[in-house]
């Protein structure tokens, strides 16, 4: 029988189907065959043990799962022209497009990774560390960031943002799956597109991870910052 794991444990797939719900309900009394009594209306996170398994590749460049507990795999635009699009590969955790962003690239351009937040995050890619640290996101909210440049395709970049308290530094050598990079993700104090597709309340964080070319000049969008 296929089973699922969510936060509230193991459940086959009939009973997720017929209760969409955490706890003892009257679907999984009445396969026992006791009496039925009130049902649960609060939904299971739906999650996946991943063990880091590959979830996306461009090119030569294979990416695993961030973290071992993931929910979603939810791709988008880039705001990067040299961004590489990124193809799904079986292991992927529930896989989805969000909605177009108004920009001039691809819809695979990057990816955000729906993880635990009491999970670490380890490098979705082996290589070395070009630069990493803390930047301003959205002109206003502290975060952190790692660049590595894959050992699959030298010259690209991997850059993972939403990531809480780093751990690796330039010429720091990193392993897909292996290597921790950050403690924890990032929450952002803010709602994220992908926060629109989640499994239950409240949203876990995601980490942005897209495949860059730097080698294709980016044209700037948007005002900046002030």
Known sequence: MLRFRTTCGLFSMAVLLA?????????????????????????PR???????TPFAASGPVTLTHPSSRVERVAFHQSGHD?????????????PTTLEDRKRD???HGAVDVVVDPATE??????GRVKRAGRYVLY???SDDYVVIEPDDRPGWEVKILHIDGVRVRAGNRVVAGQTVIAPRATQLPFESQVDKVRTA?????????????PSIPDRPTGPGCP
Do not use: F
């Open 121 to 126: 995050i380890r490098s979705p890619v082996t």
């Open 139 to 141: 002109c206003t909210h």
């Open 46 to 52: 739906v999650v996946s043990e991943t063990a880091w």
């Open 105 to 107: 690239t691809g819809p």
């Open 19 to 43: 209760t969409g719900a955490c706890g003892t309900t009257d679907a999984v009394r009445a396969t026992a065959g006791e009496p039925a009594t009130s049902t649960s209306t609060t939904p």
């Open 201 to 213: 309340d409240p949203a876990w964080p995601h980490v942005h991870i897209e495949v860059v070319d």
């Open 82 to 94: 040299g961004a590489r699009q990124l193809a799904a590969l079986p292991g992927a955790v529930a």
